[in-house]
């Protein structure tokens, strides 16, 4: 459920790193947005729910191979679960997932919308 | 029948602790209850690692745990001999007046030492060199001594002057033989043994007969040879040995003509109730001075007493051990006696090589096969060319590449699978390979489980070649590559950028791997890059490399904040230093802790703090303390000779220099050192992977230690060096770990994982026999040139601090998600609930 009236633009896409992160301060909630080698931003929650901290944009970012598919993920830099960046997913433990948000980029900017329903 | 039976065995040597093992483990304590008997004030120790009492002390020579067998029918007496044997009663009378009757009595009472009736043998200062007791003696004496004679230059004569050596003495060695270890070399390896020896600084006396122990006051003064006399605080015979069988003697039981007690191929005595095993025995008339047919016999008899076959037929005299520091190798017929034999000879004067291969004609008319030879001053081919003596196989084309300097990899030759892969406890390569059919995953758990390779270690290296070629015929890989991004291990993708000069990561894995990489190869890429290329790790293409605590330069904690670590080299520091970081942590509320590595922690920053924090610590004058890096972390010191009254070298001057030297270097896992002023070992450097501990003479160096969850003590590579070489054996053995190392693995499990272990350690660092050493000092010498402080360039690039934000679209807000409270009056974390909503209505900043 999001609106275009809610979205948040945090900051442009040059302030994040290819497979980097950067934590940004969204309705309150603290989001780590995260960019891809191929330049795709993802948004997700930057509470590991494993640690209970707000890290998950200081994590490693990459790839693994799941089912033949290449899964984009952040590892949590606390214990190294990792979630994968499209669904919030954690590919360590089914039982896990986090919140994911929309995400755009809109002329270099990065903009934050609502949260996405649980798929 | 109900009646239990007895066995009694005479003697708690190895021997007689390997029958009493090997009884337990094959059931015969179904049917018998065990009575050992032992002169000796302890329980059985390794004899063979005697001389390494000096350095671990009794304990680690110890063979049984808490001094008992788990079984409780085995009974053990130590401290109480065995004066006579009744063969008509089946009784043995003790020195404690106790008498016990037997079923079946076993004879494992090892041998003496020789002392030649010369006159003065008896003088306060004359030893001989065979149980813990006598090493006590010796070393006691040693204390007031400065001149050390041993008796007998054989293989226990070396030893023992090894020992003395140790022990600080100048030292003598009386032999009366033409040539150093007559019963295993040839003039050629006697030669070569005896530049390896002379060249150490001891003293020998070939052809030399010994007339008398020269004494005043009772005490020993020297030696009279026919050519001279020797000036001699202390002297150690070690002439041979001779079989302690005086009780069989007495009880009326044959001896050989040479002494042992004669028995059968089963080792049975002529009395059916008695039999005799190790060093006292003698099947065939041949008593053995050595452990691994005495451990044969202990088996073979177990078997007979079980209704077995097994036979004692003729043993294996092939020696291999290191001797001051040099290999020696004896084995098979190494003075060519075969009718037929010819010798293939390498010998390197200078280099104090010699090797010599003695080959016949194969029967079969093709080639040659091998018969026995001698290996000085390099034995690494030992370990492949006994097995096939036994083996009757054909040797390669070119036999002399087996002992050619350059041939020293383990040679592949297709052993078959009765070949005696392990001599000490009879392994075959046929037993190998069912142990890893039987489910066993590796080496390691190969010698578990068969014992090969576990007493003298000299088969490992072939051990686990077997183990790998037989994983690899079967399709089976041994995985350790990184991750699932690289079909590499960390060794190999460190040369794959070190031949290809990449500087980053995509390069590397666009060339040699898939994906994009994820946190276990990333980190290894940024360590290998941070070693060989240097630049900042926060870098461009850097940064999103690096582990957790790399990332920010800072360690991580439970709650999201951070911990600081300024560098406190040597754990030497200022009281305006001291006053600095009071007073940052007072003023950024820090949780402050002292750690073991002698510096102060401050905890509880929020990474947005962080750069002001450094800019008040760097501009007091200090710099990153690498706390957060697979790096090195301390070099912690005592405080040495300036102050302590023990000291005897300045360890916080070199504790300091080392520290600064090595400080940033990048490694596999962490590192940690130590500097000891003086043997009390303050510093605790043998719980480090280097550790310095001082000597008289300058400097010992000690490796591969660590505390932690595995504590492992680090072992002595080189003694007495000056300043200059030491650096020069760290320099390399740190860039040497470097490079060769797996991926968080401290130097103790690398160096357990190399070939030859510590030895190959000492050939790289030590002996430079890979030729290595200029390379891997100029590589170190690179990284000591290239320094800076991470903390420093970070606050200077305004890129670099741009990271340092709570959230990119509101800098000034701190993340409420990190809370803190307070335990004795000092800041804490507090656990969370989960996520929180951060009420500050904030003023969405305009993104840059
Ligand atoms: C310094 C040194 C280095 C060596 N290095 C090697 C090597 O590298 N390789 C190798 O193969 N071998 C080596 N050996 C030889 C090896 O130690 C012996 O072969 C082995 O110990 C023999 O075992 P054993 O049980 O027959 O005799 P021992 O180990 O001598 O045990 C015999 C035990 O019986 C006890 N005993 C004797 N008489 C009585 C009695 N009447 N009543 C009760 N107890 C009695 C003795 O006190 C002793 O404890 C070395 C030996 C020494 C001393």
Redesign the interface.
């Known amino acids: 459920m999001s609106g275009e009236g809610e979205w948040?633009?945090?900051?442009?896409i040059d302030?994040?790193?290819?497979?980097?992160g950067?934590?940004?301060?969204v309705h309150?909630?603290?989001v780590a947005?995260i960019r891809?080698?191929d330049d795709v931003v993802y948004a997700l929650?930057?509470?590991d729910p494993f640690?209970?901290?707000?890290?998950l944009a200081?994590?490693?970012?990459?790839?693994?191979?799941l089912d033949g598919d290449?899964v984009?993920?952040v590892?949590s830099?606390?214990h190294?679960q990792?979630f994968d960046l499209r669904t919030g997913q954690c590919l360590d433990d089914e039982a896990v997932s986090v919140p994911t948000y929309e995400v755009r980029v809109s002329e270099g900017?990065?903009l934050i919308g609502g949260r996405r329903e649980a798929t | 029948m109900t009646h239990r039976q007895r066995i009694v065995v005479l003697g708690h040597g190895m021997v007689g602790h390997r029958f009493v093992q090997a009884a337990c483990e094959r059931g015969l304590t179904e049917t018998y209850d065990i009575v050992v008997v032992g002169e000796e004030p302890r329980t059985a120790y390794d004899r063979v690692g005697l001389t390494s009492f000096f350095e671990k002390g009794a304990d680690a020579l110890a063979l049984l745990v808490d001094d008992t067998y788990p079984d409780p029918r085995v009974r053990l007496m130590t401290g109480v001999e065995a004066t006579d044997v009744d063969l008509a009663e089946r009784t043995v009378a003790l020195s404690d007046g106790e008498s016990i009757g037997y079923d079946q009595l076993v004879l494992a009472t090892g041998s003496a030492p020789f002392v030649p009736p010369v006159p003065g043998r008896d003088l306060e200062g004359c030893f001989v060199y065979r149980t813990i007791e006598d090493l006590e003696r010796i070393r006691e004496a040693s204390r007031e001594a400065s001149t050390g004679v041993v008796i007998g230059g054989g293989l226990l004569g070396l030893e023992a002057a090894n020992a003395l050596v140790q022990l600080g003495l100048d030292t003598h060695v009386v032999e009366m033989a033409p040539r150093l270890m007559p019963a295993q070399l040839d003039d050629g390896g006697g030669t070569a043994l005896l530049r390896h020896i002379e060249g150490l600084g001891l003293h020998v006396h070939t052809d030399a007969r010994t007339e008398e122990v020269v004494g005043a006051e009772g005490r020993v003064r020297g030696l009279r040879l026919a050519e001279g006399e020797i000036e001699a605080d202390v002297v150690v015979f070690s002439a041979g040995i001779r079989p302690r069988d005086q009780l069989a003697r007495a009880a009326g039981l044959a001896v050989g003509e040479r002494g042992g007690v004669v028995v059968d191929h089963q080792c049975r005595t002529e009395d059916e109730h008695v039999w005799a095993i190790g060093e006292c025995a003698a099947p065939g008339g041949i008593c053995y001075g050595l452990v691994a047919p005495g451990y044969t016999m202990a088996e073979v008899t177990v078997d007979a007493m079980l209704g077995g076959e097994g036979r004692f037929d003729e043993a294996d005299m092939s020696t291999k051990l290191k001797l001051l520091d040099v290999d020696v190798a004896s084995f098979g017929d190494a003075f060519a006696t075969t009718p037929g034999a010819l010798e293939l000879v390498f010998a390197d004067a200078v280099g104090g090589l010699y090797k010599k291969l003695v080959v016949a004609d194969h029967p079969s008319g093709q080639g040659l096969r091998l018969l026995g030879g001698i290996l000085v001053g390099d034995a690494s081919a030992y370990g492949s060319l006994r097995p096939m003596v036994a083996s009757d196989l054909a040797l390669p084309e070119n036999p002399e590449e087996l002992i050619l300097p350059a041939g020293r990899a383990v040679a592949d030759v297709g052993l078959p699978d009765e070949a005696q892969v392990c001599s000490c406890n009879d392994v075959t390569k046929g037993a190998i390979l069912a142990a890893t059919d039987a489910g066993c995953e590796d080496a390691a758990c190969v010698t578990r489980c068969t014992r090969a390779g576990s007493t003298c270690g000299t088969c490992k290296p072939l051990v686990k070649k077997i183990v790998e070629d037989h994983f690899a015929e079967q399709g089976k890989q041994v995985d350790r590559s990184l991750c699932e991004h690289f079909p590499l291990t960390r060794q190999e993708l460190w040369d794959v950028v070190a031949v290809h000069g990449y500087t980053s990561f995509d390069e590397v894995v666009e060339a040699h791997g898939s994906g994009r990489g994820c946190d276990l190869c990333k980190p290894a890429v940024a360590s290998i890059l941070a070693t060989q290329v240097g630049q900042h790790v926060l870098g461009r293409g850097r940064r999103t490399l690096q582990d957790t605590n790399d990332a920010y330069l800072a360690n991580l904690q439970r709650n999201g904040s951070y911990s600081v670590v300024p560098r406190v080299p040597g754990g030497e520091i200022t009281p305006e230093k001291l006053i600095a970081i009071g007073e940052v942590a007072r003023d950024f509320g820090l949780y402050t802790k002292i750690t073991g590595g002698q510096r102060i922690d401050m905890f509880g920053a929020r990474m947005e703090q962080l750069p002001a924090i450094w800019r008040r610590l760097v501009d007091a004058g200090m710099e990153s303390g690498q706390a957060y890096g697979k790096a090195l972390r301390t070099v912690k010191s005592c405080v040495g000779q300036s102050w302590c009254r023990y000291g005897v070298q300045d360890s916080t001057s070199l504790a300091i220099e080392l520290e600064l030297r090595y400080r940033g270097l990048r490694s596999p896992h962490k590192v940690k050192a130590g500097v000891s002023g003086c043997a009390r070992e303050c510093a605790e450097a043998r719980s480090k992977d280097f550790g310095v501990i001082a000597t008289e003479k300058g400097w010992n160096l000690y490796v591969a230690g660590n505390g932690g969850y595995n504590p492992v003590h680090a072992q002595l590579l080189a003694q007495d060096l000056d300043k200059q070489t030491l650096i020069s054996y760290i320099d390399r053995f740190l860039m040497y770990y470097c490079r060769t190392a797996d991926r968080l693995q401290r130097t103790a499990p690398w160096v357990a994982s190399l070939d030859g272990g510590l030895e190959r350690v000492r050939e790289v660092v030590v002996d430079d026999s890979l030729g290595l050493g200029s390379e891997l000092e100029a590589a170190m010498a690179r990284h000591v040139g290239d320094y800076v402080d991470e903390w420093q360039a970070t606050l200077e690039d305004p890129e670099k601090l741009a990271r340092f934000v709570s959230f990119v679209n509101a800098p000034d807000v701190p993340d409420a998600n990190i809370t803190f409270t307070q335990e004795r009056d000092q800041t804490t974390p507090a656990d969370s609930e989960g996520p929180v909503v951060i009420a500050a209505e904030i003023s969405v900043g305009a993104p840059q």
Do not use: W
Request: contains cysteine; glycine residues 10%.
């Open positions: 948040v633009a945090v900051c442009g302030r994040i790193d290819p497979e980097g950067v934590a940004a301060l309150g909630e603290a947005v891809t080698y929650s930057n509470y640690s209970h901290a707000s890290v200081r994590g490693i970012v990459g790839t693994r191979t290449e984009p993920f590892a830099p606390m190294k990792a900017q990065v």
